[in-house]
DNA sequence: CTGTTAGCGCTTTCAG
DNA sequence: CTGAAAGCGCTAACAG
């Protein structure tokens, strides 16, 4: 592998001619320039970005820390992350976490051993086992909930959520049951209080035994449209907090001889590409995935280069999405 | 930022000593390891990876080259090679092309430049705009068609297309459309020969009339199976090159008042998520998406060890699934 | 405009 | 077991 004293002693000149040539062209003579081309092309030269980076000590990366890449939504905002990134001049070091702590500490450390220069976190702020914020490592927290600390990104669930069940009600639901979340994910907190709230204004009671607890998987709603399904006095709507519980369970009261939105009205959350495609078409609310992850890395980006954002928390706006799953109470 | 020099001021000893110590701990004295250990911790001393990797002058990095990271497919095939890159001790450089040839070139240039030590490609092989193998440049192909040069890991797609065709024989249908990728694509040209072989085996010719070209996406889908809808003598069953047309061509079918399978069977290709939960569900064929991503990883890593792998090629099974899409020709 | 030189932080001989 | 010193490839400061 060439390298710049190769150039030089080819072109007969010294390695900081040939670093100006390469960095400030207008300062290296024509002649020589053209002798640097030559040689360069010669030796086939390549700089070593590894030791421009050592001697910079700035690795231009950004790491992405991610509990789990084969999820749509996740791909969307490490899509719109790279974007900008790649505009800037910054790689994307990619950190599939699979959900384990060991491994985000791992990435963190990236950051702290200067591979990298700073951090974009897209799992949700747990209270209880927040690694992040630390001294030192610029980072952002994409697609969060309320109350995530330090700097970052998300659309507002609990406005979300509260825009949905008022859809239901507004159609005549006055039952409206919950798929949620794990109990203690900061999203089903935030769409829990959201559902809440459009209750309350509403003068509906609210009442736990319409909360079926999910985990955010196609399973976990089948099982949850089931347990409704045998209720006594079932409700007539339903509210998902994500679209793959809500089409398990438009699936399994189709299978117990619902028709939906005639007999029974189910909303999602996510707008997945699925929920355009499945029969009835789901109505859901979309956040701005590749959005999201744009403002974040532009938030990362200015954090690193020592600016202060002049707002710790962005809120992006969200879409909400009336389809064929929901309808009037009848 | 504290370095190994104040550490091995603040421990009274020599850098190299606490080299050592990081690396080979049994070769200083357990008194000196004690002072060592107190030092990095009061100073925060965190080793500078940027250096270390300069020095070794390897970066213990992949970059994975694809096309558009916000698709489920390519997720997944992420989703493994991370794990097996991490694993190795590898970091994974993320390399969204978009489609372009200039970002492409990009990525390839962190390789030759020390900044990442391989490379895996996401992209299907194009005879014409190949910039892949390149010497020096440790790359494999990962979901490719037949004909890549050099490493590459994939499924059979004429055999799986042949076995969803004859699936089809198999079920009575004599007259087969096919909605297809772009002519030119690599995997059209693997599928569609797929088709002609199971129709040749089965004696039935090859129509080119019943071949309406798609592009992968569903909107091509739904005017494909549109343009079937006006044929005179319209086929009785649809192979799509993917899911995405398939599920697209379902919905134009049964707009159409057409009953699936009793009228029409249609299969796709693919298994994405979706396809189990469309209406009716989807006969397709799954390829292992993580599997293609790990293999590709391992590859990548021998390769860049200097061994040379026993094959250039890796095929791995497909699986046929069998669902509710097609049925016997009436 | 060009050359010389020091030094980024680390590891690795080679002596002691 | 420990220290001194060289050097990875590059850039930047300074002198010419």
Chains 1, 2 share one sequence.
Not at 234 to 252: L, Q, V, Y
Not at 298 to 312: A, C, N, V
Request: hydrophobic share 40%; proline share 5%; glycine share 6%.
């Amino acid at each position: 592998m060439a390298t710049i004293k190769d150039v030089a002693r080819e072109a007969g000149l010294s390695t900081g001619t040939i670093s100006k040539a390469l960095h400030d062209p207008q300062k290296v003579s024509r002649k020589n320039q053209v002798k640097i081309e030559a040689a360069i092309k010669k030796l086939n030269y390549k700089p070593n970005m590894l030791a421009q980076k050592f001697r910079a000590s700035t690795s231009k990366t950004l790491v992405v820390m991610v509990p789990d890449i084969a999820n749509l939504f996740f791909a969307k905002v490490i899509s719109g992350i790279e974007a900008v990134a790649q505009a800037a001049g910054f790689s994307v070091l990619l950190g599939d976490t699979k959900d384990s702590l060991e491994r985000e500490r791992e990435f963190i450390r990236m950051v702290e051993t200067r591979l990298a220069d700073g951090l974009i976190n897209l799992r949700p702020y747990y209270k209880d086992e927040a690694l992040l914020p630390i001294k030192g490592v610029p980072s952002v927290t994409a697609s969060s909930s309320s109350g995530t600390p330090s700097y970052s990104v998300r659309i507002d669930n609990v406005a979300a959520s509260e825009k949905i069940v008022k859809h239901l009600i507004g159609l005549g639901h006055k039952r409206i049951g919950v798929i949620s979340g794990l109990h203690h994910n900061p999203h089903t907190i935030d769409r829990l209080e959201g559902y809440k709230k459009a209750l309350s204004q509403a003068g509906i009671d609210y009442d736990e035994d319409l909360v079926v607890e999910g985990d955010f998987n196609y399973w976990s709603g089948l099982s949850a449209a089931e347990q409704f399904c045998q209720m006594p006095n079932m409700p007539t709507a339903f509210f998902c907090m994500n679209d793959e519980m809500a089409i398990a369970a438009m699936k399994g009261f189709i299978d117990k001889g619902f028709c939906i939105p005639q007999d029974l009205s189910v909303a999602g959350f996510d707008d997945m590409d699925v929920s355009r495609y499945v029969v009835p078409t789901l109505t859901t609310v979309a956040q701005p995935a590749e959005k999201i992850g744009e403002k974040a890395a532009e938030m990362l980006i200015s954090l690193i280069q020592g600016d202060t954002p002049k707002s710790e928390e962005v809120i992006l706006p969200f879409e909400f999405i009336i389809r064929e799953s929901t309808g009037p109470f009848q």
